[in-house]
T-cell receptor, first 112, second 112 residues
Framework: DAGITQSPRHKVTETGTPVTLRCHQTENHRYMYWYRQDPGHGLRLIHYSYGVKDTDKGEVSDGYSVSRSKTEDFLLTLESATSSQTSVYFC???????????FGNGTRLTVT | DQQVKQNSPSLSVQEGRISILNCDYT??????FLWYKKYPAEGPTFLIS?????DKNEDGRFTVFLNKSAKHLSLHIVPSQPGDSAVYFCAAKREGNEKLTFGTGTRLTIIP
């Protein structure tokens, strides 16, 4: 797993509630990413971080925010969850921009 | 706008034969390509990559071919084994850009 832990692994929440997903790494890698996987869409980048407090948007960032206050932790927050955010969320890390990504085992989020 | 396309959602191959997975891309600025393999309930794992300065890269049973003029890459697995049954994603990026764009995936089933 390249030292990546995602929590929780499963979550069911109601529409309109805030949700925070956590990604923790023990590899001291600079880059961290949040992707979502949906049928017919593959993996789509939500946000990524290239250092502590340095983040940028991906292709599907609307409705999501992120924070990285420490090298090892990257948090993804859904301020007000919607049913369209039901998905499997993957965190990934890489040592540098051109290194392959290593993924966590995912968080399955269901918004009812 | 799907910049990386895997037009075959699924593929079945007899054990011992060759599996060929295809991927097309539209962005001519992409210059680094990767294949990932994903088992159920796990995160994707890196398989093999190729830079645009090459047209072939081989690693054991896995070979990736790149045809830049056609904006096409393929992954060959030979011989195919039951453990190769998984979803395969191709991905592409521009050098110096941290964002990796994934295709929609192809589910490979190896028939014993």
């Amino acid at each position: 797993d390249a030292g990546i832990t995602q929590s929780p692994r499963h979550k069911v929440t109601e529409t309109g509630t805030p949700v925070t997903l956590r990604c923790h790494q023990t590899e001291n890698h600079r880059y961290m990413y949040w992707y979502r996987q949906d049928p017919g869409h593959g993996l789509r980048l939500i946000h990524y971080s290239y250092g502590v407090k340095d983040t940028d948007k991906g292709e599907v960032s609307d409705g999501y925010s992120v924070s990285r206050s420490k090298t090892e932790d990257f948090l993804l927050t859904l301020e007000s969850a919607t049913s369209s955010q039901t998905s499997v969320y993957f965190c990934a890390i890489s040592r540098q921009g051109n290194s392959p990504l290593h993924f966590g085992n995912g968080t399955r989020l269901t918004v009812t | 706008d799907q910049q990386v396309k895997q037009n075959s959602p699924s593929l079945s191959v007899q054990e011992g034969r060759i599996s060929i997975l295809n991927c097309d891309y539209t962005n001519s600025m992409f210059d680094y390509f990767l294949w990932y393999k994903k088992y159920p309930a796990e995160g994707p794992t890196f398989l093999i990559s190729i830079s645009s300065i090459k047209d072939k890269n081989e690693d054991g049973r896995f070979t990736v071919f790149l045809n830049k003029s056609a904006k096409h890459l393929s992954l060959h697995i030979v011989p195919s084994q039951p453990g190769d049954s998984a979803v395969y994603f191709c991905a592409a990026k521009r050098e110096g850009n941290e964002k990796l764009t994934f295709g929609t995936g192809t589910r490979l089933t190896i028939i014993p």
